[in-house]
């Protein structure tokens, strides 16, 4: 048996979940809720980093961080499910990816800032310059939305993630000016019963 430690709230958590359920890994994996804030957490013994998610192997052996359990995950059940082998839809893939872990990066960032320092420490320059990373990750593909596949790839399961924690951590106030994303989300939501079954209410 696999051990998922992660937190429900997390997105990269959450893209390990939605994966192993389009990929019928699910009754393989054991989730196991972790607190990186707690120094007694055996996550920093497991990753030392202290990050989630990590994946434990059978063999007692860790993967971390997301994109990277999501290759082995990709592998396990064949390769080429969630992860094209190769050329465009490969790099299309990757790229949406990437641009949804940045969009989660900055969301993230923007909370650590409320979160771990003061009021009065807050920087507005460094908060704007997340928000702005966010802001022109959503026009870009507010004007070029992804096609959805029958088959997520890592890509559309990022981007769902990405989208989903704006609506947590954020009150959905990216949907008023991203109608298409809006509606892109919708569609991936009725394909992906993964993606209800993993929000956080």
Known sequence: ???LRSSPPSPFGRKIKIAAALLNLSDKIEIQTTDTNDPS??????NPLGKIPALILEDGSVLFDSPVILEYLDALAGGGKIIPREGNPRW???RLHAIADGIMDAAILLIYEKRFRPEEHWVAKWTDYQDEKITRALEV???ALPALSD??????IGLACALGYL???FEGKWRAKHPKLVAWLDNFAAKVPAFEKTKVH
Request: glycine share 4%.
């Open 1 to 3: 048996m696999l051990i």
């Open 41 to 46: 957490d055996t996550i920093r013994k497991q």
């Open 92 to 94: 299309d893939a990757l």
């Open 141 to 143: 593909l507010e004007a």
């Open 151 to 156: 088959m997520p790839n890592v890509g559309h």
């Open 167 to 169: 609506d947590l951590r």
